[in-house]
């Protein structure tokens, strides 16, 4: 039981999320960005992957649209 809960703890760590495929994206002040709601247009970030970095710049904010 402590092994199943030690290897989802591991799985959950940040760094293996990104080997996993996943990105995270930094804002402009520097910090987690978790929404696409608090982006403006020309704002600077920066994409974390798991083998470095990318910074890019917000180009347009695409809302999802709300579920029926």
């Known amino acids: 039981r402590f092994e199943v809960?030690?290897?989802r703890l591991a799985a959950a760590h940040p760094q293996q999320v990104l080997r996993?495929?996943?990105a995270w994206v930094l804002g402009p002040t520097g910090h987690p960005v978790m929404s696409a709601g608090v982006l403006q247009p020309g704002d600077a970030v920066e994409a974390v992957f798991a083998d470095g970095r990318?910074?890019?710049q917000v180009t347009a904010i695409m809302p999802v649209p709300p579920e029926h």
């Open 5 to 7: 809960l030690a290897d």
């Open 20 to 22: 996993r495929g996943y």
């Open 54 to 56: 990318a910074a890019a």
